[in-house]
């Protein structure tokens, strides 16, 4: 039996309760979370989690380890903390789930001496080297069912616009896709500059063909730079200038945190699930300094040293779409 650390970092995603489940019934795994992220590995007792412990959790939407956002791997200080203490502890890998801030931790760690593995877990979907992430879906299905019901009011009540700000980080993938998707009329997104002008003067040609409209906007975009990642409240402002060009009133929502986590969708158990036996089979194996992730349609497990390059942006067969169908600023 191999002794193994995990932690969640980051923001949280529905489905890693799957992955974590895989890992705890290998055979060959003897499975123990830190709550808290990285800070968690210094400062909180390790859960363990056996086969008894994940039994019939798999699917809730409370993680079996609690996340979060930490200091410790930003100095050399603070890692070789968390190498020490996992070291003394007799822990022979760490497995960290998390988006592309917590994939660098895990490079550096790794580069360090602490054999790592990194999973892909992000509702961003936009973590380097993996076409997907867990908890994407299932955020996206949530903002779906939002969206439609903004579709609904309009249809029953005509000639209003409606703004729904969600999350994504530095991605607009969640907003995209959602709008390609059909449950939003226009996205607006961060990978490209918004101005102010280009907005009202698509709003207003839509309007010309619809009776009403749903803008999904990604809370990090806007042409002064003013709202980064994390930030709320860029719809409200782009909301603004969109009355002032149209002088129709905007009646606006934000998506937040509702679709964060909660129970996972097929997609997400399926794909976490299936990461969680890879990352068993990896561990088992002695491969460690690998994100397992999706690539080509397969779970697969990449070595860290073929990350840099692959910055996973928005999907260019959805983009180029949103583009010839206008339902996308850019
Ligand atoms: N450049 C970095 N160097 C070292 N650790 C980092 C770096 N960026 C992020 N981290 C660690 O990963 C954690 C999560 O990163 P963050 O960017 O907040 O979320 P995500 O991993 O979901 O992208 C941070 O709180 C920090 O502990
Ligand atoms: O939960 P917080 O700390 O307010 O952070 C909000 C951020 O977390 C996310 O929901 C998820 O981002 P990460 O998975 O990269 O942490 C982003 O979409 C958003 O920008």
Redesign the pocket.
């Known amino acids: 039996m191999k002794k193994v650390a995990l932690i969640t ?3 949280d995603g529905a489905g890693i309760n799957a992955t974590i489940e895989m890992m705890a019934n290998h055979p060959h795994i003897d499975l123990y979370g830190f709550s808290g ?2 800070n968690g590995i210094s400062i909180n007792e390790p859960i363990h989690l056996t086969p008894q412990f994940v039994e019939n959790k798999s699917l809730a939407g409370i993680h079996y380890v609690q996340t979060g ?6 100095t050399q200080e603070g890692r070789d903390k968390l190498h020490r203490k996992l070291k003394a502890e007799g822990f022979e890998c760490l497995t960290v789930c ?8 895990a490079q ?1 760690l790794h580069k360090e001496g602490t054999n790592t593995i990194f999973i892909p877990m ?1 509702v961003d979907n936009d973590v380097i080297g993996s076409d997907y992430s867990i908890g994407f879906d299932t955020a996206l299905n949530k903002l779906m069912d939002l969206l439609y019901g903004l579709h609904d009011t309009a249809a029953n009540m005509p000639g209003r616009i409606f703004m729904v700000e969600v999350l994504g980080g530095n991605s607009g993938n969640l907003a995209l896709e959602s709008t390609v998707a059909g449950a939003g009329d226009l996205a607006i997104v961060p990978e490209y500059v918004t101005q102010k002008r280009a907005i009202t003067k698509v709003v207003k040609e839509k309007l010309k063909q619809k009776q009403s409209l749903v803008i999904v906007c990604s809370e990090s975009a806007y042409e002064d730079k003013n709202y980064q990642s994390g930030n709320q409240g860029v719809s409200f402002e782009i909301a603004a200038a969109i009355e002032e060009g149209t002088g129709i009133r905007v009646r606006k929502s934000i998506a937040g945190f509702y679709i964060r986590a909660g129970r996972p969708t097929f997609k997400d158990a399926s794909i976490a699930a299936k990461i969680g036996a890879k990352v068993a089979q990896c561990v088992s194996d002695n491969q460690f300094g690998v994100m397992v992730g999706v690539g080509n349609d397969r779970i697969q497990a990449l070595p860290f040293q073929h990350l840099r390059k692959q910055y996973n942006s928005l999907h260019p067969q959805t983009m180029e779409i949103a583009k010839q169908y206008n339902k996308v600023i850019y």
């Open positions: 970092s980051g923001g992220g990285y956002r930490s200091d410790l791997p930003y998390g988006g592309n801030g917590s994939q660098k931790a550096l992000t």
